[in-house]
């Protein structure tokens, strides 16, 4: 399980586990309404060029939920679904990161990024 850290503000900042292609493990504190894309983009995380800038229409911040996970995200949009189409090696557990909020529901959420080209 994992923890969760109290801030200045008296809020918690969950943490996002990135796990990047060839295997790093990063485990960062991301503000809550933030997205899970902005967590990597902000802290420098490879494999998350995002070259729209989180505006659901490029699919470089494509990542594979942790099946665990997946039902604690919140549901995908038609415009989400048929972006991922245009990711690279779509799966089940595919989603656009900068699609999924940050919330304190999500502490602990794993996500594997994938090989997103610019
Ligand atoms: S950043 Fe472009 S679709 Fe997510």
């Known amino acids: 399980m994992y923890g969760s ?6 809020s918690y900042m969950p943490k996002i586990n990135y796990i990047t292609a060839d295997g790093e493990r ?5 503000d809550q309404g933030y997205t899970v894309m902005e967590g ?3 802290n420098d995380i490879d494999g998350i060029p995002a070259e729209c800038g ?4 490029c699919a470089t911040c494509h990542a594979y939920v942790d099946q ?3 039902p604690k995200l ?3 949009d ?3 679904d048929s972006m991922l189409d245009a990711a690279y090696e779509r799966r089940d557990n595919s989603r656009l990161t900068c699609q999924i909020e940050v919330t304190n529901e999500l502490d602990g959420l794993i996500v ?7």
């Open 26 to 30: 990063h485990e960062i504190q991301v």
């Open 40 to 42: 990597a983009v902000n």
């Open 68 to 70: 665990e996970w997946l």
């Open 54 to 57: 989180g505006a659901c229409a």
């Open 112 to 118: 594997h990024i994938a090989e997103n080209e610019c």
């Open 74 to 76: 919140p549901a995908m």
């Open 5 to 10: 850290f109290l801030c200045n503000k008296g």
């Open 78 to 80: 038609d415009m989400e």
